[in-house]
T-cell receptor, first 118, second 115 residues
Framework: GAGVSQTPSNKVTEKGKYVELRCDPI?????LYWYRQSLGQGPEFLIY????????DSGLPNDRFFAVRPEGSVSTLKIQRTERGDSAMYLC????????????????FGPGTRLLVL | AQKITQTQPGMFVQEKEAVTLDCTYD???????LFWYKQPSSGEMIFLIY??????QNATEGRYSLNFQKARKSANLVISASQLGDSAMYFC????????????FGQGTELSVKP
């Protein structure tokens, strides 16, 4: 079956512009996660969806960042007024969303979107 | 305080030899899971192995095994019979039951396998 897909694979934009990054999770996975990975670092959590709702958005760095998942499948991460410091790899992951066995839920990652803000 | 610590920024191993990548963690939650991921230069995070805090035995998946020492709060990854294709970044991560779904990652270890 298909894995997690992310588009675009690369995005170059200018400071101050608006960008949208898309994530298509594994079919049937109800949980979806966004992470950001700066060069030479491990991924950092941004936001977690269970179905259509954001169960935890504590990792979003500021109000320029917003994510939606209107139908409980595809998710879009939106960044307004981009800054050079937003340049990073943005990773999306999905998991089955079994709340009873949350601890051992494996998250499967997509190939990421490399964002470069000039 | 760092929740996940990987103290080896880079490691070298000879092809066909075994290698251990270190990971220590910090949590007060008695219920948690530990994961290892591989990230090749292409960027995709590939799941390798999982260990639950209540698991009595060390996890194994093919050439990967996890040396879980709960009292020391360590979860080292052992790769046996290294292959050239094992060259990549390796990340240790933790998920705490009282913190919802998010994974907390370490800084990673870059493994290079020499022919």
């Amino acid at each position: 079956g298909a894995g997690v897909s992310q588009t675009p694979s690369n995005k170059v934009t200018e400071k101050g512009k608006y960008v949208e990054l898309r994530c298509d999770p594994i079919s049937g996975h109800t949980a979806l996660y966004w992470y950001r990975q700066s060069l030479g670092q491990g991924p950092e959590f941004l936001i977690y969806f269970q179905g259509t709702g954001a169960a935890d958005d504590s990792g979003l760095p500021n109000d320029r960042f917003f994510a939606v998942r209107p139908e409980g499948s595809v998710s879009t991460l939106k960044i307004q007024r981009t800054e050079r410091g937003d340049s990073a790899m943005y990773l999306c992951a999905s998991s089955r969303g079994s709340l009873q066995r949350a601890r051992q839920e494996t998250q499967y990652f997509g190939p990421g979107t490399r964002l470069l803000v000039l | 305080a760092q929740k996940i610590t990987q103290t080896q920024p880079g490691m070298f191993v000879q092809e066909k030899e075994a290698v251990t990548l270190d990971c220590t963690y910090d949590t007060s939650d008695p219920s948690y899971g530990l994961f290892w991921y591989k990230q090749p230069s292409s960027g995709e995070m590939i799941f390798l192995i999982y260990q639950g805090s209540y698991d009595q035995q060390n996890a194994t998946e093919g050439r990967y095994s996890l040396n879980f020492q709960k009292a020391r709060k360590s979860a080292n990854l052992v790769i046996s019979a290294s292959q050239l294709g094992d060259s990549a970044m390796y990340f240790c991560a933790m998920r705490e039951d009282n913190q919802g779904g998010k994974l907390i990652f370490g800084q990673g270890t870059e493994l290079s396998v020499k022919p």
